[in-house]
């Protein structure tokens, strides 16, 4: 059975052609940019056939001529533009036109071409400023309030996305993503801050103190663990609800993970900032966003997370190395 994915040469996306193409599924990548060579590399090394398709997911008729060629009965729609404000101020087009109608476009060409199965990626930043007060996050009771123009979109696709399946009477289901790490994430045009974890990391490599606002704490998702969770969503036709949190049972601070970089780079200094002082790591918000609760994703799939911090960090570390040592330094350009 064939999975389009859209935004497949993405951080996520990556990750999770690796996780469908692992159970010898036929995987049709869609994107703007090809993936790096060394994705394509792991991607032989999985198994399972993918195939890619260069184009824009605001273009009707290139993913309907796509779907066609590849007989695509499964779609992720995954394309996004996770903008900073400073993208906010500059291109508030781009952001809706991908997050939002190339997300319609999407949808709309899977219901013509007969496509069985929907996974709409949202995020958690639907939740927004209830993650400053809220004692965890839950599908149907936490209110959604997005702060951003791109939880925003988020929100406005998310809620297309279901409505569009009712219409089209499609299977269309939503996980709503945690704050991932992990393998593939880099600059790709479309994200424009990396997670603080991968921040810290490049920091300590390039030998530099890390300057935080805080010891923040959250519910970091391993990008591993965050595939095979929309993989269990995927693979689960007529789930009994619509939305899923897609998230960790696993919490831990910047310390922690500072700590564990320290081991692989001695001599890595961290610290919170003085008052008025500027940090060099971004944590996105001026607060810890509550933990989201994925007690429905476990209920309804049988979906389990495994990768806590050491389990993360020593695999993390271990990609890291194959990479540098199979590819050249711009085997994740």
């Known amino acids: 059975m064939s999975t389009m994915i859209t935004g497949s040469s993405g951080f996520v996306g990556i990750a999770l052609t690796e996780e469908i193409l692992s159970k010898g599924e036929h995987v049709v990548g869609v994107d703007v940019n090809p993936p790096p060579q060394a994705a394509v590399a792991a991607f032989a090394r999985r198994g399972g056939r993918f195939d890619f398709a260069q184009g824009s997911v605001t273009n009707r008729d290139f993913l309907d001529d796509t779907m066609k060629k590849f007989g695509v009965k499964r779609l992720v729609a995954l394309a996004a533009v996770t903008a900073d404000a400073n993208r906010e101020r500059q291109d508030p087009g781009t952001i809706i036109d991908v997050n939002v109608g190339g997300t319609i476009a999407a949808i709309s060409q899977a219901a013509k071409k007969g496509v069985e199965r929907?996974?709409?990626?949202?995020?958690?930043?639907?939740?927004?400023?209830s993650g400053e007060t809220a004692a965890s996050l839950i599908e149907d009771e936490t209110p959604q309030r997005p702060e951003g123009l791109y939880g925003i979109s988020k929100q406005a696709a998310e809620a297309a996305a279901l409505r569009l399946g009712r219409l089209y009477d499609i299977d269309v289901v939503a996980g709503r993503l945690g704050t991932c790490y992990g393998p593939w994430e880099r600059e790709t045009g479309f994200r424009d801050t990396l997670s603080?974890?991968?921040?810290?990391?490049?920091?300590?490599?390039?030998?530099?103190?890390?300057?935080?606002?805080?010891?923040?704490?959250?519910?970091?998702?391993?990008?591993?663990?965050?595939?095979?969770?929309?993989?269990?969503?995927?693979?689960?036709?007529?789930?009994?609800?619509?939305?899923?949190?897609?998230?960790?049972?696993?919490?831990?601070?910047?310390?922690?993970?500072?700590?564990?970089?320290?081991?692989q780079h001695p001599g890595f200094r961290w610290r919170n900032a003085h008052d008025g002082e500027p940090a060099n790591v971004n944590l996105y918000n001026t607060y810890d966003r509550a933990s989201m609760r994925i007690a429905r994703l476990v209920n309804d799939t049988g979906f389990t997370p495994h990768y806590d911090l050491a389990k993360a960090f020593a695999d993390f570390q271990a990609w890291r190395t194959t990479i540098e040592s199979t590819e050249s330094s711009g085997a994740l350009k």
């Open 118 to 129: 929907v996974v709409y990626v949202s995020s958690g930043s639907v939740y927004g400023a």
């Open 196 to 263: 603080a974890l991968l921040q810290i990391l490049r920091l300590a490599q390039r030998g530099e103190e890390a300057v935080l606002p805080w010891n923040s704490t959250r519910d970091w998702l391993y990008v591993r663990d965050g595939a095979a969770g929309l993989k269990a969503l995927l693979d689960r036709p007529r789930l009994p609800h619509t939305m899923y949190n897609v998230a960790a049972t696993f919490e831990f601070s910047t310390d922690d993970w500072c700590a564990l970089v320290r081991k």
